[in-house]
């Protein structure tokens, strides 16, 4: 118990320091730049509490946004996906997904696509909603949307093969 | 008694989040509160510190690059210095007065730069205890870059002219006329001046600067040449748009411009217009 308390301590750490010192830097086209702190957000273990992972989720953003600069729309948007995983993880993968991390899921492939697609591109527009805060760049908003999914997605992937437990 | 108890816990979930969102949306929109300033100060404090130490092993990979640039700067300013000391050879170097200068120029080093958000801010190594303080204007080597924002001791943070809802008074250069100049959140190195009647005739290539009429930017800082415009079919205003002199994605070193008579010509204008009520 302990040690898993730790273990997700860790990541929440770890997940802060690699987006600031790492990714917040790549500009890619100029405007883009991948979302990896939602590996933290994504990988929660499914059975720990919602209200923990609402807490962090809420802290994760916060401390991003304050080390951007930037007006707090990390922090919302955090906080919406952290809030709405749940219904997130019934649309993916049924009423009850058959493990509770992503590590040991013996579930289709392509649910888990989904669920991962699917978390991040609600937890992009919701970003970019907050942060150009105008319906007239609504084109801007789909742009930086798309684009930042696409490559948090395939970030995420990575990281998710290079970090899964060989059976 | 037990019932409120039982709706708290059943619905503790909702209620954390309905909380921390109200949170959240307090911290993003609070912007000339009491509560921002010490959270945007906090923020600078322990971003400037921490991205001052990787700025520091970051600038030794492009020092090449700076170099060359702070020459091609130096020469242009000796270049400018020689000229003034020409038309003015009646005056020799030592009576001129530093106190009487308008304007009071110092350097600072960027510790941290963005350019891909909607809203860009800057973070300069020098605070208040450099004798910077808030709404003092921010120039780089090719022309303006920002207005300070907030400052601590040793950092400032400074709102960059890739910010929107941000308008900045400019001209173009030789004609006079004025017009207001602003990001669209598209492109860094582009920006749109408005405002500019069309009865003046302009031309692709001509130089924007600041107009000087504000207490913001002093007058004829370069800012960017025409590269587009359109005369609209209805409405008396052209539609140009400009490219930046400057390099906002790539910055180092900026000047600190100090307008002496600011508070001067705040105070004036503040009489006039409560004058005019």
Known sequence: ?167 | MQWILNILIQKRNLLLFLFLLGIGVIFSSYRSSYHQTKLQRLGIIISGGVFKSINKSKSYLSLTESNQSLLTENSALHQELLKYRQAENSISETTINPELNDYLVRSATVVKNSYAKARNILIIDKGTSEGILKDMSVVGPNGIIGIIKQTSNHFSSVISILYQDFRINAKIQGIGAFGSLSWEGHDPTRMVLSDVSIINTISVGDTIETGGMSAYFPKGIPIGTIIDFETPISGGYYNIEVSLLNNLTDLEHVYIIENKKRSEFIDLQKKSEDGTR
Request: glycine share 4%; hydrophobic share 55%; with cysteine.
């Open chain 1, 1 to 167: 118990m302990v040690q898993d308390s730790l273990r997700v301590l860790l990541g929440f750490f770890v997940a802060i320091i690699l987006q600031v010192l790492i990714f917040d830097n790549i500009n890619l086209f100029g405007f883009s730049c991948p979302a990896v702190y939602m590996f933290f957000i994504i990988n929660f273990r499914f059975d720990n509490s919602q209200f923990a992972l609402i807490l962090l989720g809420f802290l994760l953003g916060f401390a991003l946004d304050v080390f951007q600069n930037s007006s707090g729309a990390i922090t919302i948007a955090t906080l919406l996906i952290s809030y709405i995983r749940p219904m997130v993880i019934r649309f993916s993968f049924g009423v009850i997904p058959d493990s509770n991390t992503l590590f040991t899921m013996n579930s289709r492939l392509g649910n888990q696509l989904v669920y991962i697609g699917l978390m991040i591109l609600i937890h992009q527009f919701f970003l970019q909603s907050i942060a150009y805060f105008d319906v007239s760049h609504i084109t801007l908003i789909l742009r930086n949307t798309l684009v930042n999914t696409a490559l948090t997605f395939i970030l995420l992937l990575a990281t998710l093969n290079l970090t899964k437990k060989k059976n």
